[in-house]
């Protein structure tokens, strides 16, 4: 495992892997996919906090960029997160996963409002818990909401999965020279702006000592393998 000792972790899905290979949206069998994952990840004994981003539907900056009032942008991609989260609470259900939805805006009908003691309870007793809305105020990320909710369950590692196998020098994607990190430091990480996370969300996990493991969500049964130290992955931290 990534931290021999883990016992918690929390797992970061960016909003379009949901979309599957659709432009838009939520893939029902992408979902079930992914919930696939994260029971396989349960049933070695972790304790699963999930943030799920919600590019899929509605991303705040994008609309920001188009004109938007960037607070109302960023409140309609919060709620984007909500139906994400839905989404997927409803995926692990079906595969018997028994799972609570804690949203950082109150929306009593459909979700908890996030309450810390009351989540640590449902871990405890073996539920995932999904974090939905972000931190609850526009101008921060979710990548900033999975490094907050990391660090206030006391997670010993945050897992990034991405549509990439890593933290790359440059962007793998225009550059086809470009290296993947075996490792890299949170400083190194903020100084070059590798785009591994936002700052504040870099920042708030090398404050609170959360290892960073960047991986690819899209490979079957990746997330697994990553939990083993077999997959291919890039390890953010302190250095040695």
Sequence with gaps: MIVPSA???????????????????IDPATVAELAQEVKDAKDTGLEICLVIGGGNIFR???????????????????????????????????????????????MDAVCEPV????????????????????VGSPYFTTDSGAALRAAEMKCDVLMKGTSVDG????????????????????????ADNL???????????????????????????NLARVLTGEGVQTIVKEEA
């Design 115 to 134: 309450i810390r003691r009351r989540a640590e309870r449902h871990l405890e007793k073996g539920r995932v818990v999904i974090f939905a809305a972000g």
């Design 60 to 106: 705040g900056m994008a609309g920001a960029a188009q004109g938007m009032d960037r607070a109302q942008a960023d409140y309609m991609g919060m709620l984007a997160t909500i139906m994400n989260a839905l989404a997927m609470q409803n995926a692990l259900e079906q595969l018997g996963v028994s799972t609570r939805v804690q949203s950082a805006i109150q």
């Design 195 to 221: 785009k591994v996370m936002d700052a504040s969300a870099v920042a708030l996990c090398r404050d609170n000592a959360i290892p960073i493991v960047v991986f690819s969500i899209r490979e079957k049964g």
């Design 7 to 25: 016992r918690r972790i929390l797992l970061k899905l960016s909003g379009e892997v949901l979309m599957g290979n659709q432009q838009f949206g």
């Design 167 to 190: 933290v790359y020098d440059s962007d793998p994607k225009k550059n086809p020279e470009a290296s993947r990190f075996g490792t890299v430091t949170y400083d190194r990480v903020l």
